[in-house]
C-alpha cells in the first residue's frame, strides 16, 4: 500500500477570531474598526452614531438580524456572493444561540405539558441539543466562508477555572484559530490571548486592541486580501444527483460521510466540484449494477 502523506505546507488562512468580554468592553467598537466589513449586528449595538460613521469610512456594510436561522442564510449567501468586504463580524453570538436554546425549551414545555423552568427540560443537556446541531452547521459555514470572521460572545464566569470565559455554545472556540478576552483598562482597551494557532499572538499576550494592532501581528496583506466566491451544486448538479439517489446505489451512511467532508448539510451547500465527483461515483456504480 502507498503512503498518502506529503511534507507539510504553510497555508495562508483568514483570520477567524473569538472575542468576548463583559458589558461594556467594547466588543462593537473593535469590531466595528476593520475595514470593509460586513457586520451583522444581532443587538442594535452599533446604531449610534459613533459606530455608523466608522463603518461608512471604512467601506463596510450594516445588517440587524436577530434571527439565527436568518443570520445562516446570510453567511450562505455571502459564501457564494462575488463582492469586496474582507471580514465578517457577528455581534454578538450569544443573543441568537440563548434565544434558541429559549425556543427549544418552550417547545420541550408543550410537548410534555411541564412548566418552561422545569429543570427536568435542561436534563442531559435536552434543551440544547437542537441549538448545538444548528450551531455546528454554522461553524461548518463560517470555517468554508473565504472571509476574516469575527464572532463575538458575552462573558461569564468559569467556576471550574475561577476565570471568566465565553457565554455561548460550549465549543465556540473549537473553530477558532484566536480566541480574545477584551478587557476595559481606564480609557484604554486591550486584548488578552486566551488561545492561539498564529505566531503573531502568542498565548497569554496581552496588548492594545486596535486594527492596526490586528494587521501588523496577523499580517495586512493577508487579512485585507480579496475574498472568492465559492461555486455551489448547480440546479442541473442536484436534479441529477436526486436522480441517482433514487437508485439507492450507496447506504445513507456514505452519503453523511460525504456531506460531513464537504461541511455541508444538504447537497445545495456542496461545492460543484465536490457534487461533480459524488454524481460521477454514483454514474459508475450504476453502470456496474446495470451489467
Not at 434565544?99 to 418552550?106: C, T
Not at 464572532?151 to 477558532?176: G, N, P
Request: glycine share 4%.
Amino acid at each position: 500500500m502507498t503512503l498518502r502523506g506529503q511534507p507539510p505546507n504553510t497555508v495562508k488562512k483568514r483570520l477567524k477570531c473569538l472575542l468576548y468580554s463583559a458589558a461594556g468592553g467594547g466588543k462593537t467598537s473593535a469590531v466595528s474598526q476593520f475595514k470593509k466589513l460586513y457586520m451583522i449586528d444581532t443587538e442594535r449595538g452599533a446604531e449610534n452614531d459613533e459606530y455608523v460613521d466608522r463603518l461608512i469610512a471604512g467601506g463596510s456594510s450594516y445588517l440587524f438580524l436577530n434571527d439565527f436561522n436568518e443570520v445562516t442564510k446570510e453567511v450562505l449567501a455571502l459564501l457564494q456572493a462575488d463582492h469586496e468586504y474582507q471580514t465578517l463580524a457577528i455581534d454578538s453570538m450569544t443573543t441568537i444561540y440563548n434565544d434558541l436554546v429559549d425556543s427549544e425549551r418552550k417547545k420541550l414545555a408543550r410537548l410534555t405539558n411541564k412548566d418552561e423552568s422545569d429543570p427536568s427540560l435542561q436534563e442531559y443537556g435536552r434543551d440544547r441539543a437542537v441549538p448545538n446541531r444548528k450551531m455546528k452547521h454554522m461553524m461548518n459555514l463560517l470555517t468554508r466562508l473565504d472571509m476574516n470572521v469575527i464572532v463575538t460572545s458575552h462573558e461569564k464566569a468559569d467556576f471550574t477555572t475561577q476565570t471568566k470565559t465565553f457565554d455561548c455554545f460550549a465549543k465556540l472556540d473549537y473553530m477558532f484559530d484566536l480566541v480574545l478576552e477584551l478587557q476595559k483598562r481606564g480609557k484604554e482597551r486591550v486584548a488578552i490571548v486566551k488561545k492561539t494557532r498564529i505566531s503573531g499572538f502568542p498565548d497569554g499576550d496581552c496588548f492594545p486592541f486596535s486594527y492596526d494592532a490586528v494587521a501588523d501581528r496577523y499580517g495586512r496583506a493577508d487579512l485585507e486580501r480579496r475574498s472568492v466566491a465559492i461555486e455551489l451544486a448547480s440546479a442541473d448538479q442536484l436534479k441529477h444527483m436526486n436522480e441517482l439517489l433514487e437508485l439507492k446505489l450507496v447506504p445513507r451512511d456514505t452519503l453523511d460521510k460525504w456531506l460531513e467532508k464537504a461541511g455541508a448539510e444538504s447537497f445545495e451547500e456542496m461545492q460543484s466540484d465536490q457534487i461533480a465527483k459524488c454524481i460521477s461515483y454514483l454514474e459508475s456504480q450504476a453502470e456496474r449494477v446495470g451489467k
